[in-house]
């Protein structure tokens, strides 16, 4: 079993989970039972689908989880333009954000491939 709390695209996404969390609070009351849930469970989805692929047994559910993470984390993304758009965030709290999913896609993406070719080398 792996310790998800030492993988470095868990704790970027637990990071911007927090973060998101935080950024909502800007939302309109409008969207309290809208856009403001939606965006928190797409955000708390990343981590803990990299948490719970980290308890499988098999690398290839492993990697399951992280593509579920991975697209997880594409929705937040898309929240986070949406909220832009909609002036409910300003640019500064837009960039703070967007560098938090890109450092996360990154890294997170990094693990797939590294998964990925670890499975194809024991095929």
């Known amino acids: 079993m792996r310790d998800f709390r ?3 695209a868990w704790q970027l996404a637990d990071d911007l989970a927090v973060a998101v969390y ?4 800007k939302f309109p009351k409008e969207e309290l039972y809208a856009m403001i849930p939606q965006v928190r469970r797409a955000a708390y989805s990343v981590p803990s689908n990299i948490a719970e692929g980290a308890g499988r047994k098999t690398l290839r559910d492993y990697l399951r989880f992280l593509y579920i993470s991975r697209g997880s984390l ?3 993304d898309y929240f986070i333009h949406i909220a832009y ?5 300003q ?10 999913i890109i450092e996360t896609s990154k ?9 990925e070719n670890d499975l194809k080398s024991m095929a």
């Open 22 to 25: 935080k950024i909502t609070i």
């Open 91 to 100: 640019k500064t709290d837009c960039i703070e954000i967007e560098e938090l």
């Open 74 to 76: 594409n929705e937040v």
């Open 85 to 89: 758009r909609l002036e409910y965030l």
């Open 107 to 115: 890294c997170l993406n990094g693990l797939i491939k590294y998964i």
């Open 6 to 8: 030492k993988i470095k």
